[in-house]
């Protein structure tokens, strides 16, 4: 499975099942550094195994480009996910959310 900085993954696995994070970080044997802008914070990102995250489609350029300038915030990271992912509208579905390009 392939992920990049800035991308926006959902967990599968674990206490944090269901929830919503942008990867901050690839690191070394399958795993990532996650963080939501609320519980995790850049300061204290979650380590996740690859393999419990469904990776979607949407990468955010502006978090991105945060990460490689060393400027990310909670602020930041919060303001993309709730974007996304609007608390009042649970049908929401934007495309690059989708997993596949056939629900198009």
């Not at 802008?37 to 995250?53: E, S």
Request: charged share 30%.
């Amino acid at each position: 499975m392939q992920v990049e900085l800035g991308q926006v993954v959902r967990s599968l696995a674990g206490r944090d099942k269901g929830k919503p994070y942008l990867i901050i970080d690839i690191m070394a044997g399958g795993r990532v550094l996650l963080v939501d802008g609320r519980i995790r914070t850049v300061n204290k990102p979650k380590k996740k195994n690859i393999k419990h995250l469904q990776p979607y489609r949407c990468v955010i350029p502006e978090i991105k480009e945060r990460i490689r300038l060393g400027k990310l915030d909670d602020k930041a990271v919060r303001n993309a996910l709730n974007t996304i992912f609007p608390a009042e509208d649970k049908e929401y579905n934007p495309p690059c959310l989708r997993t596949s390009l056939a629900n198009e």
